[in-house]
């Protein structure tokens, strides 16, 4: 993932995009390329082998497929899911059941977000300024904070997916496919919405989500969550969950803007 650190230091929209970067940011919004979007988006957040034909004339940008990763964040739980089915044929416990569903999807994804929450956590906490705050973000190695941060994490996953899995391995699957949508839509509005932590950085380079893109993604991300929730949840939940989901996305970008800006 040759981009993963740094786009998730912020968003470059408010930085001059230049070269052949700019290209994929002018493409019109339409169904047609959406099957090729959804596809590099795939490549990009997943270990998920994509066929080269599918990035033919690609400049690296994300400005445009970004717009596809709700339905690429879909696409990347269906090995988790695969796993549910087999834990409950098996009649596995429930726990462990639900803790080989989530192994699953962070090999999949490569262990991206974790990556990044660890990243997050040591460079907040472990900082006094912005400068060093950024600097530590910048460090591979995991600190204390970032540790603790995976920890409270996966073990909240894994308890979250084991209580839905007692109402059904059909209300699992729809709760944990509706959590990476909304993740997935989450980003890309922290993208559009975040200043750039680093002009000039990677994240410059490859570029913000265009306006299309960002609403697209917000749609479709909303529309496939809301479906999934109100279908297996009932509407009190989904309505407790979305204000829950909301709240928490506003508090984390008032949180960076107060430690990297």
């Known amino acids: 993932f040759p981009y993963k650190r740094s786009t998730r230091q912020g968003n470059p929209r408010r930085t001059t995009q230049q070269g052949a970067i700019t290209k994929d940011a002018d493409l019109d919004l339409n169904l047609e390329n959406l099957p090729r979007d959804i596809m590099r988006a795939l490549g990009f957040l997943t270990r998920i082998p994509v066929p080269a034909k599918w990035f033919e004339g690609y400049d690296g940008s994300l400005s445009q497929i970004s717009r596809a990763f709700p339905v690429a ?14 834990g409950v044929i098996l009649d596995l416990p429930i726990l462990l059941t ?4 989530i192994a699953a999807l962070v090999i999949v994804c490569g262990g991206l977000h974790e990556d990044g929450l660890a990243d997050v956590a040591d460079g907040f906490y472990g900082g006094n300024t912005a400068e060093r705050r950024l600097e530590i973000m910048k460090d591979s190695r995991i600190g204390a904070y970032g540790a603790m941060a995976l920890m409270f994490a996966l073990l909240m996953r894994t308890i979250a997916l084991a209580a839905l899995l007692q109402s059904g391995i059909f209300a699992a699957s729809a709760g944990l496919v509706a959590a990476i949508v909304a993740g997935k839509m989450a980003l890309v509005w922290h993208w559009t919405e975040l200043p750039s932590a680093r002009v ?17 993604a ?11 929730a109100l279908l297996f949840r009932g509407v009190a939940t989904t309505i407790i ?11 984390f970008r008032s949180l960076s803007l107060t430690k990297i800006s």
Not at 98 to 101: D, H, K, L, P
Not at 203 to 208: H, K, L, M, P, T
């Open 200 to 216: 000039g950085g990677t994240a410059d380079r490859v570029g913000a989500p265009t306006e299309d893109a960002s609403i697209f």
């Open 241 to 251: 969950a979305a204000a829950f989901a909301i709240l928490a996305s506003i508090g």
């Open 218 to 228: 917000l749609i479709s991300g909303a529309a496939i969550t809301l479906v999934l």
């Open 73 to 86: 964040g879909a696409m990347s739980a269906l090995p988790s899911l695969a796993v549910l089915a087999v």
């Open 98 to 101: 639900s803790a080989f569903a």
